[in-house]
């Protein structure tokens, strides 16, 4: 599950996080500023800045789904193209900010 800040507060606009999975949709935090498409509301994009300085970009922002198509609680945040390298970098439990 994704503890959504931007819930708390809709202005943050950093926080540090640690990846809880990589997979072919994206990226999942277990904490995010992020807010997800829905609503009629476009995802949200950005960066997520690694310890070593690599940054990645952030296209979209999206919650994840299950196997039938429902919402889940997690929060994906899918990696603008060209970014595979920088994401190779994510493991579970690294830290972002």
Do not use: S, W
């Not at 959504?4 to 926080?15: G, H, M, N």
């Not at 300085?53 to 039938?68: F, H, L, N, P, Y």
């Amino acid at each position: 599950m994704t503890q959504d800040l931007f819930r708390q507060d809709a202005y943050l606009q950093d926080c540090t996080a640690r990846v809880v999975a990589v997979n072919e949709h994206g990226v999942v935090l277990d904490r995010t500023v992020f807010y997800p498409l829905g609503g009629g509301q476009a995802g949200d994009t950005g960066t997520l800045l690694l310890g070593d300085g690599t940054v990645i970009t952030i296209a979209d922002t999206r919650k994840a789904k299950d196997a039938e198509g429902r919402p889940k609680a997690e929060i994906v945040h899918v990696p603008a193209d060209g970014q595979a390298n920088a994401v190779d970098r994510l493991q579970p439990g690294v830290e972002v900010t």
